[in-house]
């Protein structure tokens, strides 16, 4: 929500109170402001000029040059590239020496010969973003209306002047969707007066209800529904006044009467629609539901179909507009409008949410119906647009509103002990200063011995229970004021459990080695909810999902991952090592809590390293990824454990992935990512790691044990076995260590070899064996005799043969 400073001061009285210091105190109260916007304070010397001549430049057929009265004893020479600069037009002007946003500095210049002395400025080279600005404005000058005078503070004129609020609203204060709601909020902080608008339009002879009737179908959907009508209307550009507000409220102004209800909009937090009643068709108004397949084109001039779970208004036959959302191409205001009809509805904020979502329609109304709107005022904005469309569009307002449907207006009553209070704040606070509090926020209250009973206001739909009310008081006796205390008793200092330590060690590890820690959405599509899952499970769907791309619960760290793989790579950041710890959630079946378990996952691409000056560097690999996993295995205990096979899960490449084992159960995957992905992603060459953390740091470890450096030297042999190519290294590794028995300290793999004078279907695999006794120096013989038994087991059990 945007507030502007200049707009709030109708309502409340904010002399004393600069804007950064209301931002404060308005944060300081439970509503987050994020941050207070001041256009004009980086811009100077920007006056309104009156264009007193244009002619076309003598060298250039895109410039114009214009004699311009900026307020000085002698008009200025402009030349202005804008193809809408005419003669007679109220222009804003920066002067020479003027600065626009970006510290942008207007200079004396000569453009193809002719001498420029300023700048004539669009609405965007001062700072109102192309989406606000008027559309006949969007390209081009900006010009004022004729009651500007020149020399005159053109920043003042357009309320660039002014600071801007920006409220982050919680979805329980929908109150402060409107500038009296925001008005009501600071006059309870400051403890003054609210100065609320009194619409009381001058009405004709002629009653609304001879001009339309309204039906309500759907009361559920529609329990209240309010209409005016405003006769013989002239379309034309609001005030400016009206127009920089709205601007400066987010929303793009278009014409009078539409500007209007966008400013009631902003004004009361009642959303509102103008029809032009002589384009309805009928005199009948209809709510209903829509039927299955309905089709209604949309102000956007979009055709939608509509469905039985969506409310339209219609003229008792076909749609004219979208209840809540948006309304119809067929009825909108446009330059030849004379008749309006004023729409003031309440809607249910489920019925709009639905359309809204459907139609993938979002709007300031629709985001009022959802939130909730003030019953009370569904009236009181109705005849303010009836008020203002006489004052600004020149309208005759009709008698009377036509009303259907009736709702509840109920103000609801809560009750707290002071005692309660009390205890829940830990203050000792007395009654009158609670009745104090509730006095400037305007509840009425009675009080009953030690229980006071708050009769809440329609526009404060938050305040239910007793809990409630105990906020208001926390936020306006002030956050700051509630006492700090020690927790009573033996104290005892905290400290990281097991798991939390081996969590802190795992990312120590994994930054130490280069890689960066990334924290990516546990909500995805449905499409990668399943994607690289170790448990494959039916998804866990969100019941009120916010989008279709967040609809459902992960399975597996690694596709957004791979998203931010992604993204740096198309910033060239071709070298990306990311990591997340993060849970995952396993679906347990229906109406039962999922499962959540933590996992480790990683991705890294590019080069692992790389020394320009050395003439060195290395691309990631298997290999890499693999050793970083062995290093984080050491690293937690569990290095003589984990184990690697040959795996070919779903996404990953055939040839370079393998399982990861936790004494022989699996915990996780190793690999590269397949190549057509990586291609439908537009990510390089990546290799990824996904592992079941939890399962990896709860699982039990011996005492670390410590070994005499070895006194007696080892004795090694080097061993090349013929196999057949499918015979997997590590299993002739396992071979080996169990003939070697203990006298065999260390195995590795120090080359493999396929190709010429190696018959087909055969490989040649080279071990490094390592022989040493901790008591005493082997002899030849003794290692003689264990490395026979080893090719023996070799042969016998692997069909290994000793490479000739």
Same mark, same amino acid.
């Given at each position: 929500m945007f507030v502007s400073y200049k707009w709030l001061a109708q309502y409340v009285d904010l002399s004393g109170v600069t804007p950064q210091e209301l931002a404060e105190k308005i944060t300081r109260a439970g509503i987050e402001v994020e941050g207070v916007e001041t256009p004009a304070s980086e811009m100077k010397n920007i006056v309104v000029g009156y264009v007193k001549e244009r002619e076309q430049h003598p060298n250039a057929d895109k410039l114009n040059k214009c004699l311009v009265d900026i307020g000085e004893d002698e008009p200025v020479q402009i030349i202005c590239g804008a193809k809408n600069v005419d003669a007679g037009q109220y222009v804003a002007v920066a002067k020479t020496g003027a600065v626009l946003p970006g510290n942008f500095k207007i200079k004396r210049a000569k453009l193809r010969g002719e001498e420029s002395n300023g700048m004539i400025c669009s609405l965007q080279e001062l700072g109102i973003e192309s989406r606000l600005a008027p559309k006949e404005y969007a390209e081009g000058i900006f010009n004022f209306p004729n009651d500007v005078t020149p020399g005159e503070d053109a920043l003042e004129a357009l309320n660039r002047d002014d600071a801007?609020?920006?409220?982050?609203?919680?979805?329980?204060?929908? @109150? !402060?969707?409107?500038?009296?709601?925001?008005?009501?909020?600071?006059?309870?902080?400051?403890?003054?007066?609210?100065?609320?608008?009194?619409?009381?339009?001058?009405? /004709?002879?002629?009653? &609304?209800?001879?001009?339309?009737? #309204?039906?309500?179908?759907?009361?559920?959907?529609?329990?209240?529904?309010?209409?005016?009508?405003? *006769?013989?209307?002239?379309?034309?550009?609001?005030?400016?006044?009206?127009?920089?507000?709205?601007?400066?409220?987010?929303?793009?102004?278009?014409?009078?009467?539409?500007? #209007?209800?966008?400013? +009631?909009?902003?004004?009361?937090?009642?959303?509102?629609?103008?029809?032009?009643?002589?384009?309805?068709?009928?005199?009948?108004?209809?709510?209903?539901? !829509?039927?299955?397949?309905?089709?209604?084109? $949309?102000?956007?001039?979009?055709?939608?179909?509509?469905?039985?779970?969506?409310?339209?208004?219609? @003229?008792?036959?076909?749609?004219?507009?979208?209840?809540?959302?948006?309304?119809?191409?067929?009825?909108?205001?446009?330059?030849?409008?004379?008749?309006?009809?004023?729409?003031?509805?309440?809607?249910?904020?489920?019925?709009?949410?639905? /359309?809204? *979502?459907?139609?993938?329609?979002?709007?300031? /109304?629709?985001?009022? =119906?959802? *939130?909730? +709107?003030?019953?009370?005022?569904?009236?009181?904005?109705?005849?303010?647009?009836?008020?203002?469309?006489?004052? %600004?569009?020149?309208?005759?307002?009709?008698?009377?509103?036509?009303? !259907?449907?009736?709702?509840?207006?109920?103000?609801?009553?809560?009750?707290?002990?002071?005692?309660?209070?009390?205890?829940? %704040?830990?203050?000792?606070?007395?009654?009158?200063? +609670?009745?104090?509090? =509730?006095?400037?926020?305007?509840?009425?209250?009675?009080?009953?011995?030690?229980?006071?009973?708050?009769?809440?206001?329609?526009?404060?739909? @938050?305040?239910?229970?007793?809990?409630?009310?105990?906020?208001?008081?926390?936020?306006?006796?002030?956050?700051?004021?509630?006492?700090? $205390? %020690?927790?009573?008793?033996?104290?005892?200092?905290? &400290?990281?459990?097991?798991?939390?330590?081996?969590?802190?060690?795992?990312?120590?590890?994994?930054?130490?080695?280069?890689?960066?820690?990334?924290?990516?959405?546990?909500?995805?599509?449905?499409?990668? !909810?399943?994607?690289?899952?170790?448990?494959?499970?039916?998804?866990?769907?969100?019941?009120?999902?916010?989008?279709?791309?967040?609809? =459902?619960?992960?399975?597996?760290?690694?596709?957004?991952?791979?998203?931010?793989?992604?993204?740096?790579?198309?910033?060239?950041?071709?070298?990306?090592?990311?990591?997340?710890?993060?849970?995952?959630?396993?679906?347990?079946?229906?109406?039962?809590?999922?499962?959540?378990?933590?996992?480790?996952?990683?991705?890294?691409t590019g080069m692992w390293h790389e020394h320009l000056w050395q003439g060195e560097k290395k691309a990631v690999d298997f290999f890499t990824v693999k050793g970083i996993v062995e290093g984080l295995a050491a690293r937690i205990g569990l290095q003589d454990r984990l184990t690697f096979q040959k795996a070919a899960p779903a996404g990953f490449h055939p040839g370079r992935t393998a399982e990861v084992l936790l004494d022989s159960e699996p915990v996780g995957f190793i690999g590269q990512l397949h190549p057509s992905l990586a291609k439908e992603v537009d990510v390089k060459e990546a290799y990824l790691f996904e592992l079941k953390l939890d399962v990896m740091l709860h699982a039990a470890r011996e005492d670390l044990s410590y070994a005499a450096i070895p006194r007696y030297p080892s004795i090694g042999r080097d061993i090349a076995l013929v196999v057949d190519s499918t015979v997997e290294a590590a299993a002739l590794e396992a071979v080996i260590k169990h003939a070697g028995g203990s006298l065999l300290t260390s195995v590795r793999v120090f080359d493999v070899y396929e190709g010429q004078r190696m018959e087909e279907g055969k490989k040649s695999v080279a071990f490094a064996l390592t022989y040493a006794d901790p008591e005493k120096t082997l002899t030849d013989e003794e290692v003689t005799a264990v490395h026979e038994k080893v090719l023996i087991a070799l042969k016998e059990q692997a069909d290994a043969e000793l490479r000739g």
């Open positions: 801007i609020l920006e409220l982050s609203l919680t979805p329980n204060r929908s @109150d !402060a969707l409107s500038m009296i709601g925001v008005a009501y909020e600071v006059a309870a902080i400051l403890d003054r007066d609210v100065k609320l608008p009194e619409p009381n339009p001058a009405e /004709a002879d002629e009653k &609304s209800a001879d001009s339309i009737s #309204i039906r309500i179908d759907a009361p559920a959907d529609n329990p209240l529904y309010i209409a005016r009508v405003v *006769k013989n209307v002239k379309i034309g550009p609001s005030p400016l006044w009206m127009q920089t507000y709205l601007m400066n409220a987010g929303v793009r102004p278009h014409n009078n009467v539409v500007d #209007i209800t966008n400013y +009631v909009l902003m004004e009361y937090g009642q959303p509102l629609h103008a029809f032009d009643l002589d384009r309805l068709g009928s005199k009948e108004i209809v709510v209903r539901r !829509a039927a299955d397949g309905e089709k209604f084109v $949309t102000l956007d001039d979009t055709e939608r179909t509509l469905s039985s779970d969506q409310l339209v208004i219609t @003229d008792g036959k076909k749609p004219v507009a979208l209840a809540g959302v948006m309304g119809g191409a067929n009825s909108e205001v446009h330059e030849g409008t004379v008749n309006v009809l004023i729409e003031s509805a309440y809607f249910d904020g489920q019925i709009v949410r639905t /359309a809204s *979502k459907a139609h993938v329609l979002r709007s300031e /109304a629709s985001a009022r =119906f959802e *939130k909730g +709107v003030d019953p009370s005022r569904v009236q009181a904005a109705c005849d303010r647009a009836a008020e203002l469309m006489a004052d %600004l569009a020149g309208g005759t307002v009709l008698s009377g509103s036509v009303i !259907a449907g009736d709702l509840s207006m109920e103000q609801k009553q809560v009750s707290i002990t002071l005692e309660k209070l009390n205890t829940v %704040l830990g203050t000792d606070l007395q009654m009158d200063s +609670v009745e104090d509090i =509730f006095r400037r926020l305007q509840f009425e209250t009675e009080t009953v011995g030690s229980e006071i009973t708050v009769t809440v206001p329609t526009r404060r739909g @938050d305040i239910a229970i007793p809990e409630d009310l105990t906020e208001e008081v926390a936020r306006l006796y002030g956050y700051d004021h509630i006492p700090l $205390t %020690l927790p009573e008793g033996a104290v005892q200092p905290g &400290s990281l459990s097991p798991y939390q330590l081996g969590r802190r060690i795992v990312r120590r590890y994994l930054e130490g080695t280069g890689f960066n820690q990334a924290i990516t959405y546990s909500l995805t599509s449905s499409k990668r !909810a399943s994607e690289f899952a170790l448990e494959q499970r039916e998804p866990v769907a969100l019941s009120m999902p916010m989008s279709e791309e967040r609809a =459902f619960l992960r399975q597996s760290l690694l596709p957004h991952l791979i998203e931010a793989a992604a993204y740096n790579n198309a910033r060239q950041m071709a070298s990306v090592a990311l990591y997340e710890t993060s849970s995952i959630y396993l679906n347990e079946g229906e109406n039962v809590q999922p499962k959540e378990e933590e996992r480790l996952a990683g991705v890294v």
